[in-house]
């Protein structure tokens, strides 16, 4: 079984789990966001989230840790429970959603004090729990852990993760900011695997929130010039005010035409890929100068290919190639770098968690950039 098949086998276990966990009499309920019907491929019908009543989780190990959740952010691969069957194939409701988070600590273990929490801390974290002593985390390779325990839940009242997943939120940075930084790591490991360094030229295709916030932490890490390919035009406005030198709308120009003309023919030294197209991906590889890289950081359709030219690409232009799904090796550096950015104009909408459906259709809609559910009445 591959890595990722094992990742998903046991978010589905985790899951199972939680389903059983819905409201019984004599407890204490609370709410939280459940995926309750996947999209249905043979109709076309779509997929539906709902908010559920569950009981109020509690802390039972050492290290676990009871979180209010203050915001919650919704994820673009959160479109996909109800717009296609993309995560049906290893994944399947009911299942409680939501991995961008802040909140609150409200109780927890003695082994998550030892490690120098408390009560009252404000915190975020890394939604997948790695064993930490496996053979791949061992090597630095979080992400292939061989044992990971997924805790998604996150956009509900109250969840309860471990002590090694919660990060303190840095000082300085809002409640309703920290429901970025989840994201924010995944845009500094896809900046780690480029190579980024100072004075090199990027180029960014898709302005969703990876895309954008690509824009300006490659500004931040010293690229020289960060052209950026955006489709819609409120975000083409977004993408500037990221610190975008050149923005190229793709309906009016030719975005390897356009993107080759900026730099005197050469291309990018790193090019990032987070539009989720697969003509996208191959422009991307058109776009890299020799000896560039190009960093993959989306969701593409199922069976969806990339036709390399053997040699004319990865022989005569040394290409490098490189994908990136998660980033539980970038959350220290993410923590310390995030105070230095300024995500706030990514944040298109704040609904109250009741209000969850007009969110997702937001997200739906593909017409907004982050889109966040205010868990508590009182997060500040
Ligand atoms: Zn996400
Ligand atoms: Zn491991």
């Given at each position: ?29 609370v ?31 050492p290290?676990?840790?009871?979180i209010?959740?203050?915001?919650a952010a919704l ?26 988070i ?35 985390c ?6 292939f ?10 956009q ?56 954008q ?37 793709p309906?009016?120009?030719?975005v390897?035409q ?7 023919g ?6 990032f ?61 993410a ?5 230095k950015?300024?995500?706030?104009p990514?944040?298109?909408?704040v ?30």
């Amino acid at each position: 079984m591959s890595s990722t098949a094992s990742l998903w086998r046991n978010i589905t276990c985790s899951t199972a789990w939680l389903s059983c966990r819905r409201s019984r009499a004599g407890n204490t309920a609370v709410k939280a966001v459940y995926w309750t019907r996947a999209y249905d491929r043979a109709t076309g019908h779509p997929g539906r989230v709902e908010l559920v009543e569950v009981d109020k989780p509690a802390v039972r190990g050492p290290d676990d840790v009871l979180i209010r959740v203050a915001y919650a952010a919704l994820c673009g691969s959160d479109a996909h429970y109800i717009r296609d069957d993309l995560l049906s194939v290893v994944f399947a409701p009911p299942a409680p959603v939501g991995h961008e988070i802040s909140g609150v600590i409200e109780d927890l273990g003695p082994a998550a004090q030892a490690k120098g929490l408390r009560r009252g801390d404000r915190v975020t974290g890394n939604f997948i729990l790695e064993c930490g002593h496996c053979d791949t985390c061992r090597r630095g390779m979080r992400q292939f852990c061989r044992s990971p325990r997924p805790h998604g839940a996150g956009q509900a009242e109250y969840i309860v993760w471990k002590a090694d997943q919660v990060y303190p939120i840095p000082q300085g940075v809002s409640l309703l900011e920290a429901a970025l930084i989840e994201p924010f790591t995944i845009a500094v490991e896809a900046v780690r695997r480029g190579g980024l360094t100072p004075g090199r030229s990027v180029m960014v295709l898709g302005a969703g929130s990876i895309g954008q916030t690509l824009i300006q932490l490659s500004g931040r890490t010293g690229a020289g010039t960060v052209a950026a390919s955006v489709r819609t035009p409120s975000k083409q406005d977004t993408a500037r005010l990221m610190g975008a030198n050149l923005v190229v709308d793709p309906r009016q120009q030719d975005v390897v035409q356009a993107g080759l003309a900026h730099t005197g023919g050469e291309g990018f030294d790193v090019v990032f890929e987070t539009s989720g197209s697969p003509e996208c991906a191959r422009q991307a590889l058109q776009l890299a100068r020799r000896g560039g890289t190009v960093v993959y950081v989306s969701y593409y359709p199922p069976g969806s290919t990339l036709d390399v030219p053997l040699f004319e690409e990865l022989i005569f232009r040394e290409l490098t190639i490189k994908g990136a799904q998660l980033a539980q090796n970038s959350w220290v550096q993410a923590l310390s770098l995030f105070p230095k950015m300024d995500l706030r104009p990514l944040i298109s909408r704040v609904y109250p968690l009741e209000r969850y459906q007009e969110a997702y259709d937001d997200l739906l809609s593909g017409r907004h950039l982050k889109i966040v559910l205010q868990c508590c009445e009182d997060a500040q």
